[in-house]
């Protein structure tokens, strides 16, 4: 059989897929620009007519009837390792169910808590060789679709090719259909604040010429990326390309020459940006696509000599204790890769793990520096691994500092409101 015979036997409609799907399924789809969009806004459909299904979920691109329906419970209920809006609204139903993972362990983690029996996502035309391209996520759709029972390919035309480990032959899949109207799904703008891009200048200050970095996702990153403008021979070992890594390399700043592991290639697990991000991808060898399970094993970052990892925080006791991801015991987010990331930075060679965030929420009636977490709080990245915090007040520098000395940083870049209070709470719980 020909691999045009091989696409023509597996060729249907939407409708066909969304038929193959039976009681007791557990699903699990790509996301960013490889979420099967037809696939998920149509999913609801099927309710009336299966019961005990699952849904494996993260930061999904949409807002999906299948994620606002809660009177679906009982038919398709919601799995989820990273909460994004439509999970906190749901969460209350009982019909969402979290799993704590780190992203390193993504794909083994849900396949031990819920093995999807089946896979669906979005993928480009088949090539001359007989592969289709999961271009930009690489999470853990590759481990999925190794052990799905049922394959599901939402084929689009404007979908490109990636290099490293995107391609999968068309005989992996069950079931696929065409679409030819969806655009890749891109990362809303974020427009740094003024405050931001004040945190930015003082991350930018510890980012070296020849340094490789990885950036989270949100205004901040983005603010970083435009500070950095001026430095040369950066690297980049990420879990996700930004659109502000984009910028970079299109302005000869992140050339990968100085890398020491994956040399001249920017090395991710997935990209979510913009259409410029996304065509410079495009079929370009610069890029080396592969498993989150090796992009984000710790011990994989830390051979990157002089690592630097930015990520933000939602909170930070006095002692160095970092929360990403819950607002007292309400999960607000997920860990992803932020312990990944800052483990594998403390432990490279001249590596430097950095939490950049603002000193207060709420319109600045609330510290983020606080005494101690708020109870119930996710301690996301260990005080042990904790490097620098970084507000718009300055730099505290926390590795192998006592703690007595970690309070006296953390208070000295927390909003001039709220430092008199935390030296007093400092005095109260015997920090000092």
């Known amino acids: ?172 899949a069950t079931y696929l259909y065409e679409v030819d109207d969806r655009p890749t799904p891109c990362a809303p703008p974020t427009p740094a604040s003024p405050t931001e891009r004040q945190i930015a200048q003082y991350v930018a200050e510890l980012i070296h010429d020849g340094d490789c970095i990885q950036l989270g996702i949100g205004g901040m990153p983005g603010a970083v990326g435009e500070a950095l403008m001026h430095k040369r021979d950066l690297g980049v070992h990420t879990e996700m390309i930004t659109a502000s890594m984009g910028k970079l390399i299109r302005a000869g700043v992140i050339t990968n020459a100085r890398k020491n592991f994956h040399p001249g290639k920017c090395v991710a697990a997935f990209a979510w940006g913009d259409p410029a991000l996304y065509a410079l991808m495009a079929d370009n060898p610069l890029f080396e696509m592969k498993r989150a399970a090796y992009t984000n094993d710790p011990f994989n970052i830390a051979k990157n000599d002089n690592m630097v990892s930015v990520n933000t925080a939602l909170q930070i006791d006095l002692t160095g204790q970092i929360c990403s991801e819950s607002i007292g015991s309400r999960q607000y987010s997920g860990t992803g890769g932020a312990s990944d990331f800052a483990y594998g930075a403390y432990h490279a060679k001249g590596g430097r793990g950095i939490i950049a965030i603002s000193s207060t929420a ?71």
């Open 362 to 432: 709420k319109g600045g009636a609330v510290s983020r520096i606080v005494p101690q977490l708020t109870p119930g709080a996710v301690v996301s990245i260990s005080r042990n691994v904790a490097d620098y915090v970084i507000t718009e007040y300055g730099v505290a520098p926390l590795r192998d500092r006592s703690v007595r000395t970690r309070v006296r940083n953390l208070i000295a870049v927390s909003h001039p409101d709220f430092r008199e209070a935390l030296r007093q709470q400092a005095e109260k719980l015997m920090l000092w």
């Open 1 to 172: 059989m020909s691999f045009q015979d091989a696409y023509n036997a597996r060729r249907g409609t939407l409708d066909g897929a969304l038929a193959l799907i039976r009681d007791g399924d557990c699903i699990a789809t790509s996301i960013y620009g490889n979420e099967p969009t037809r696939f998920l806004q149509n999913l609801h459909h099927i309710a009336p007519r299966v019961k005990d299904v699952r849904l494996w979920t993260m930061m999904m691109m949409d807002h999906y009837p299948v994620m606002l329906d809660n009177s679906l419970q009982g038919s398709i209920d919601i799995l989820s390792f990273f909460y994004n809006a439509d999970s906190r609204k749901g969460h209350d139903s009982g019909r969402f169910s979290f799993v704590p993972l780190n992203l390193h362990s993504v794909a083994q983690g849900t396949i031990r808590a819920a093995r999807p029996t089946v896979f669906c996502c979005t993928v480009s035309p088949m090539d001359e060789n007989g592969k289709v391209y999961i271009a930009f996520d690489l999470e853990a759709s590759l481990e999925w679709l190794e052990c799905a029972d049922t394959v599901i390919f939402e084929v689009n035309k404007d979908m490109p090719r990636t290099c490293g480990d995107t391609g999968v032959s068309i005989e992996c």
